[in-house]
């Protein structure tokens, strides 16, 4: 059973940075393909960023292209979210997500292993 782990949330100023982690355990293999999410309070959840289980390709919400990045160590089974220029409109508990896709998706449904959501405020 895949167990995903995030961490690195906190509160920061706006204009400042963060990085979220994801860490993985409970299976063998590296083809998965993880999704970060955010849900903020009276919002629908939205898919913010995705790196494949193949070639690591990557996606990116318009909200968060050219401010955020997405990479993967896979010797430490962990997925990193750097979040620079951070607005309050960010703040949010984001969570990641992972399957076995050998694509990158920014769609919720496709993903079965959820993790527990780490709190990131942007607020001065």
């Known amino acids: 059973q895949l167990q995903l782990v995030e961490s690195g949330g906190g509160l920061v100023q706006p204009g400042g940075s963060l990085r979220v982690s994801c860490a993985a355990s409970?299976?063998?293999?590296?083809?998965?393909?993880i999704g970060w999410f955010r849900e903020a309070p009276g919002k629908e959840r939205e898919g913010v960023s995705c790196?494949?289980?193949?070639?690591?390709?990557?996606q990116y919400a318009d909200s968060v292209k050219g401010r955020f990045t997405i990479s993967r160590d896979n010797t430490k089974k962990t997925v990193y979210l750097q979040m620079n220029s951070l607005k309050p409109e960010d703040t949010a508990v984001y969570y990641c997500?992972?399957?076995?896709?050998?694509?990158?998706?920014?769609?919720?449904?496709?993903?079965?292993?959820w993790g527990q959501g780490t709190q990131v405020t942007v607020s001065s």
């Open positions: 409970g299976y063998t293999g590296e083809h998965y393909s």
């Open positions: 790196i494949s289980a193949t070639d690591g390709s990557t």
């Open positions: 997500a992972a399957d076995h896709l050998t694509y990158c998706s920014v769609r919720d449904y496709e993903y079965d292993y």
